[in-house]
């Protein structure tokens, strides 16, 4: 995410509070705002009045100072962003960002932001060397082939350059047809599934990129709406206030939900993780997530039934397993009609440790059975959003069936019921070892 939108983020938060700014609490509130913020993004932040002096510096040393001979403070003051780089005498690299803090078109303050680009210059240069080199490397390569074999194989060759070239525009949906069934026929069937798989990569990166904003943006854009809307109206009775404070409020915390249940994926996902496996009843597993869920359950008059065909003890990580099955048990409980009923059950089945949730609830249509585990997949989007999903819970619950090397397999009927087997090899030592 680029410096510039990351400060308009910022910006969004501090313009229902600064018309307090001169309250003790306030400006507490947002100098620890803004230094947390400046922490997170790795830049220095400081918040300025409409004529450039500053209110607020996050490193605490550049109070009163006068900036509005910056063009970036002279742009965000007329109420514009604006961004540029320059170099310091101390030959570092360091883009400044301006954004104006307005409401209903008034300049109240601006955000001034400045944050070294050595590091992202480096980074770009070593690409560029290092795809210089490879360049280098490939045309060499080609010239000794078209050198050896001239005619022979110049063609393919030819035709594998330009998919090569087209890689690196980023067109990852070519192809190369080739129907010899040589070395080089099977060199441009590898090109072709390697593009094949690099276009779904990157078919899904873009897909989790706009679910990301989307999701963000609408409890964002939700609390943007309820805050002008106080502010719009200089009296409110306290009943009002209350009510569009709860719903701020319930934003705030789906919001939380979505970025904790974003960081634990990610936490998931490093190479480097290991996981803390130790020897461990599944049944224990199983009867705790049960008795922690069980109030949900009754206040819809589920029944929740527990069937332990075998009792097994093996190793595994007791704390991500109880979250992956709380993930499950809780989905199957949240579209369980009232009065229905949730069996799980606990058995040995091919060397694997088994756990099979069955629900009779609402089911899933075939169509969306493949899809159910990615990220923000949801079969019913105004029905997830009506039951507070977030559209994560499935993808956690498989990303930690596969760290430990198992797998989840479900099955559905609509109207009748969804089953979900959790499968997890019985090993006798630690995940990995």
Not at 71 to 94: C, H, M, R
Not at 161 to 187: H, M, P, W, Y
Not at 293 to 304: C, E, M, T, V
Request: hydrophobic residues 40%; proline residues 2%.
């Amino acid at each position: 995410m680029s410096l510039l939108t990351q400060v308009n983020i910022l910006s969004n938060q501090i313009t229902p509070n600064y018309y307090g700014i001169e309250m003790e609490n306030t400006r507490t509130y947002l100098q620890d705002l803004i230094k947390n913020y400046s922490l997170d993004i790795n830049a220095r932040i400081l918040l300025l009045d409409n004529t450039g002096k500053v209110l607020i510096d996050s490193y605490d040393a550049m109070a009163d100072r006068d900036f509005s001979t910056l063009t970036e403070v002279q742009s965000a003051i007329q109420g514009y962003d604006s961004n540029q780089v320059y170099k310091l005498p101390s030959g570092e690299n360091v883009m400044y960002v301006g954004v104006p803090i307005s409401d209903r078109n008034e300049v109240m303050g601006v955000l001034l932001a400045s944050s070294s680009i050595d590091e992202l210059l480096e980074n770009v240069s070593l690409m560029l060397r290092r795809v210089a080199l490879l360049s280098g490397l490939g045309l060499l390569f080609t010239g000794m082939v078209a050198f050896l074999f001239a005619q022979v194989i110049a063609s393919p060759i030819e035709k594998m350059i330009q998919l090569v070239r087209s890689f690196s525009r980023g067109d990852f949906g070519v192809t190369i047809k080739i129907g010899a069934n040589d070395e080089i026929g099977q060199l441009a069937e590898s090109f072709n599934d390697m593009a094949a798989k690099i276009s779904q990569v990157d078919e899904q990166r873009k897909k989790f990129v706009s679910n990301v904003s989307h999701e963000l943006r609408t409890p964002l854009t939700s609390m943007k709406i309820i805050s002008e809307t106080l502010l719009h109206e200089p009296s409110w009775d306290e009943g009002v206030y209350r009510e569009f404070l709860q719903d701020i409020d319930g934003e705030v915390t789906r919001l939380n939900h979505i970025v904790e249940s974003l960081l634990y994926l990610v936490d998931l996902e490093r190479e480097e993780l290991v996981l803390e496996t130790q020897i461990t009843y599944l049944n224990y597993v199983v009867h705790n997530v049960v008795r922690r869920l069980k109030p949900i359950a009754d206040q819809k008059s589920i029944r929740i039934e527990v069937h332990e065909r075998d009792k097994i003890q093996f190793y595994l990580d007791q704390g991500k397993i109880q979250q992956c099955l709380i993930n499950l048990v809780s989905n199957a409980i949240k579209y369980t009609p009232e009065h229905g009923e949730v069996v799980i059950s606990i058995y040995r089945e091919l060397g694997d440790a088994c756990v099979a949730i069955m629900d009779t609830g609402i089911g899933i249509p075939e169509k969306d059975l493949t899809q159910i585990f990615d990220r923000f997949y949801r079969v019913d989007r105004a029905r997830a959003r009506a039951t507070g999903g977030s559209g994560l819970g499935l993808s956690i619950a498989r990303q930690i069936v596969t760290l430990h090397g198992g797998d989840i397999q479900v099955s559905s009927t609509l109207n009748k019921g969804s089953t979900f087997i959790v499968r997890l090899p019985i090993r006798q030592q630690g995940v990995g070892g």
